[in-house]
């Protein structure tokens, strides 16, 4: 995990140097756990990754979203295919989490289907991110819970991947956070803020909205069962969040000495903590696609990348399908090349080099993937999901390159970058979503095109454990 | 701090090892604790990344259905022709660069859950069973509801039928195989009002 990332200037050698003063006769094993909780309570790490893939999901959620505005009763409507009632049903098997069966009206879903774009745009500007990624997870997990049999792997990836943003620290550059704390005179000169009365109103209002539901007993908000940890229950979590973004709020405002810090290195744990998550996440995801397919005759004997160009529902082009499918030894190629790159990946984030080229290699095939086999929203969540690995250098690169692109469209906005460093402003972190996702197009060659990940397989079973046989593609 | 930190590593540790066991094929602790695992990742971590492994899917199913229609007015029940719904769906993606989810994987998934969750002679297995025939009962009448009551009458029954047909071996290679179609026909299925979704009816 330590080949990129982390603002050299975050890392502070102070506690490095301490400890080396007393561990003259440690082992090394002491000395690397002293190193360790050194570097892990520095700071947080990889602010521009984790800028990226929250500007990243949140933007794929959003799309998706608004592209199925037209179909959202038929998907997740009181009355639409997978019905309330029935959705009621597996829920109260296998106890995930939705707030959309709190209600059968048709005015509760859409204020929660809208509640979801909005939090997914604000996130995505970093506008309230701690706030906002809790919102973010809810509307995720509300719609995609209450109609399980409609998602694929990148629902899978985003919902994933929604809890876990929530315990990062994903807003610290590339906001409006960021800008806001920027451009706000610290009021004591000691980095105390002023008044926040839209945080404190928005902390009110969610509050008193948790409050009512529990004391409603709405479905979902237990103490200890069938919540995000074993022992711990929605309610349980939610209220956590809750308070710890109202102590965060108070220690930073009346109490900026040692509890500030204490809570402040906390937050910074459990960021680094999430961030080291969601990388295994990607390595897993990368490593089970690879390690199952070595096992296929098919992937053996190089025709794999030849079945999905014919299957009805993976081919939307079929002129373009046929093109590539037309050669033993382009299929070939292309079948070796996704299962090699897929196995090695999890090896090569230890070195920066061959890591960058892997990267560039997916990024371009997930690229080719929403094209060739219609699913644009899996790919972007991929792409997402790929660039908590890419290098620091190159995203500022790509932060300044899109700050220049939006000031040269947006003349307007110049007075507000020339305040915001490597990007600042709303415009800039809205079109960074896109850049995000065409960053692989723009870095470098290597076509390596197709395959797989095109995860028809993917998706849930039905949050239940006897889901058997619910992902066919598989087989 | 020092002990948060610890309690913090240990739960990524824990985590991931959880993540790791879900993904992994069964082994010796899988074995022993499946149960803490399941317990663990369902429902919220719940994941599948076997993309297109070990082998990629190399059939396409066609799911079919018709539908027995009783005139209002008393007389003799008639019978439509099957339409190919997955058909339908191949039509609304074809050359369309963001297919929905209706098109995509509503069907695709439902046809999908239902053969997960009945055995070889089309009996549900639980609630689960019982839900999926409606969730197809739904989808087909909310695509072709109006359709075949267009001339009158109610939806009494309807017949869904899958056709699996093997994508052939690529041109240049040697391999045979049968490219006939196998046929799944399941039982006549009553149409009550709990089989029309928002936007159909059955009149």
């Known amino acids: ?84 009632d029935m959705a009621r049903r597996l829920l109260g098997n296998n106890g995930a989490f939705s707030v959309l069966v709190w209600s059968d009206g048709r005015g509760w879903f859409e204020l929660v289907y809208a509640l979801a774009m909005i939090s997914s745009a604000l996130l995505m500007l970093g506008w309230r991110t701690r ?19 409609l998602g694929d792997g990148g629902d899978n990836v985003i919902h994933l991947m929604s809890m876990y943003l929530v315990l990062t620290r994903c807003g610290q550059v590339w906001s409006l956070d960021a800008r806001r704390a920027r451009r706000t005179p610290a009021a004591g000169g000691d980095g105390t803020p002023g008044r926040d009365v839209t945080g404190v109103l928005l902390w009110s209002v969610l509050g008193l909205v948790l409050a009512l539901a529990q004391l409603m007993g709405l479905h979902g908000l237990e103490w200890t069962a069938d919540g995000p940890f074993p022992h711990v229950g929605w309610g349980l979590a939610l209220w956590g969040l809750w308070l710890a973004h109202g102590a965060w709020w108070w220690v930073r405002r009346y109490a900026p000495g040692e509890p500030r810090t204490v809570l402040n290195t906390l937050a910074d744990l459990a960021h680094n903590g999430a961030l080291l998550v969601i990388m295994v996440e990607v390595c897993l995801i990368y490593a089970t696609a690879g390690w199952y397919k070595i096992q296929g005759n098919r992937w053996q004997d190089g025709t794999a990348v030849f079945y999905p160009m ?21 299929v070939m190629l292309v079948t070796y090349g996704t299962v090699i790159v897929q196995v090695a990946f999890p090896f090569t984030v230890f070195n920066r080099r061959v890591k960058n080229v892997l990267l560039v290699a997916m990024i371009l095939e997930h690229l080719s993937i929403a094209v060739l086999l219609g699913l644009p929203f899996f790919s972007l969540a991929m792409v997402a999901a790929d660039a908590v690995f890419l290098p620091t250098n190159f995203l500022r690169w790509l932060g300044a390159r899109v700050a220049a692109v939006r000031d040269r469209l947006l003349p307007g906005g110049a007075a507000r970058v020339s305040s915001g460093g490597v990007s600042g402003g709303a415009s800039a ?47 | 701090m020092a002990t948060a930190a610890g309690g913090i590593a240990i739960a990524a540790l824990v985590h991931i090892a959880m993540m790791f066991l879900h993904v992994a094929p069964s082994n010796t602790v899988t074995k022993a604790h499946g149960e803490a695992v399941s317990d663990y990742v369902y429902p919220e971590y719940e994941q599948n990344w076997k ?27 008639r019978r439509t022709g099957w339409t190919d719904l997955t058909a339908l769906d191949g039509r609304a993606i074809h050359h369309n660069l963001f297919p929905s989810h209706t098109q995509q994987n509503e069907l695709r998934r439902a046809w999908e859950s239902f053969v997960g969750s009945h055995d070889a002679q089309n009996r549900p297995n639980g ?11 739904r989808i087909a009448m909310g695509r072709l509801g109006a359709e075949w009551t267009a001339h009158g009458g109610t939806v009494d029954r309807m017949e869904f039928r899958s056709v699996t047909t093997p994508v052939g071996p690529p041109p240049w290679s040697s391999e045979k195989i049968s490219d006939k179609p196998v046929y799944r026909v399941l039982p006549w299925w009553p149409v009550t009002v709990d089989d029309v979704p928002e936007g159909a009816s059955n009149q």
């Open chain 2, 51 to 77: 993309l297109f492994a070990p082998n990629p899917l190399q059939q396409n199913i066609s799911v079919q259905v018709r539908a027995e229609i009783r005139p209002g007015d008393g007389g003799s029940a």
């Open chain 1, 131 to 149: 706030t906002m990624s809790v919102l973010f997870m809810i509307g995720v997990l509300s719609l995609q819970n209450r109609s399980v049999f």
């Open chain 1, 310 to 330: 014919h299957l009805d529902y993976f081919s939307p082009w079929p002129e373009l399908s046929a093109l590539l499918a037309s050669s033993g030894l382009v």
């Open chain 2, 127 to 137: 609630v689960r069973g019982e839900l999926t025939e409606r969730y197809l009962r």
């Open chain 1, 429 to 475: 972190t809205a079109s960074g979503a896109v850049a995000d996702a065409a960053s692989g197009a723009a870095a470098a060659a290597a076509g390596d095109a197709a395959g797989d990940q095109g995860n028809p397989a993917g998706g849930p079973g039905a949050r239940t454990r006897e889901s058997g046989g619910g992902h066919t593609l598989v087989g």
């Open chain 1, 1 to 84: 995990m330590s080949t990129h990332s982390t603002e050299p200037q975050h890392v502070s050698d102070d506690r490095g140097a301490d400890a080396q003063d007393y561990v003259v006769q440690d082992t090394w094993i002491e000395r690397a756990v002293g190193r360790g909780f050194a570097r892990v309570t520095a700071g947080p790490m990889a602010p521009y990754q984790t800028a990226v893939i929250r500007i990243g999901f949140a933007a794929t959620w959003l799309f998706f979203l608004l592209r199925e505005w037209p179909h959202r009763h038929e998907l997740y409507g009181p009355d639409g295919v997978w019905s309330l």
